[in-house]
């Protein structure tokens, strides 16, 4: 059983920065697969970014180029760097982390980019 706790979310302006954290419990956090999603009021929930135990990471399109995922292992943490954030990126971001068919997931952070 892996505890999934995020941190980070906030109101932010257009063009601000925000960084999430996602504190993993256990010891196996160095094999587990770490990603980010999030849901929109009324969308459905989608991937934002995703990082593996190998280091490959892949991002939606439309965070390409402004959002960074990473990890630090020996803090069990995986980050989320958002940079130039835009309205349409609010909404509740969640942390998942996997290894195989064992899927965990955190409660959620709210974003909210607005003037």
């Known amino acids: 059983q892996v505890q999934l706790v995020e941190s980070g979310g906030g109101l932010v302006q257009p063009g601000g920065s925000l960084r999430l954290s996602c504190a993993a419990s256990?010891?196996?956090?160095?094999?587990?697969?770490m990603a980010w999603y999030r849901q929109a009021p009324g969308k459905q929930r989608e991937l934002v970014a995703r990082l593996t135990s190998g280091g490959t990471t892949n991002y939606a399109d439309s965070v390409k180029g402004r959002f960074t995922i990473s990890r630090d292992n020996a803090r069990n943490t995986v980050y989320l760097q958002m940079n130039s954030l835009k309205p349409e990126d609010t909404a509740v971001y969640y942390c998942?982390?996997?290894?195989?068919?064992?899927?965990?997931w955190g409660q959620g952070t709210q974003v909210t980019v607005s003037s």
């Open positions: 998942k982390a996997n290894y195989g068919v064992a899927t965990f």
């Open positions: 256990g010891s196996a956090f160095s094999i587990l697969t």
